[in-house]
């Protein structure tokens, strides 16, 4: 059992930046890859970043990159998903996940049905 609480989310103005954490919990957690995915209204969830808890794999959309950061600390168990430069494109949910036993960047590659465990999401709003 994973548990993921997703935090960090707000309105910002286009331009502006947020940093999202997700809280995990669980015995096993260090066995799964983590990552953010986002769904805005009437779209498909899509793929975001993903990290491992060693730091080693990171992997990012290749729309986004540049302007996003994820980042994860071990003592807290937490994953950070820092945003910068926003756009009202980037207006969705957003959503913490966990897979077991899989890379950072075959979390970006899989489907998003495909991950095991997911939090609530938290809220980014961006005016333009």
């Known amino acids: 059992q994973v548990q993921l609480v997703e935090s960090g989310g707000g309105l910002v103005q286009a331009g502006g930046f947020l940093r999202l954490s997700c809280a995990a919990s669980?015995?096993?957690?260090?066995?799964?890859?983590m990552g953010w995915f986002r769904q805005a209204p009437g779209k498909e969830r899509e793929f975001v970043a993903a990290?491992?808890?060693?730091?080693?794999?990171?992997y990012y959309r290749d729309s986004i990159k540049g302007r996003i950061t994820i980042s994860r600390d071990n003592a807290k168990n937490t994953v950070y998903l820092q945003m910068n430069s926003l756009k009202p494109e980037d207006k969705a949910v957003y959503y913490c996940a966990a897979k077991l036993g899989i890379t950072a960047q075959a979390m970006g590659v899989l489907p998003p049905d495909g991950m095991d465990y997911w939090g609530k999401g938290t809220l980014v709003t961006v005016s333009s």
């Open positions: 990290i491992t808890w060693s730091g080693i794999s990171t």
């Open positions: 669980g015995r096993t957690l260090r066995s799964y890859a």
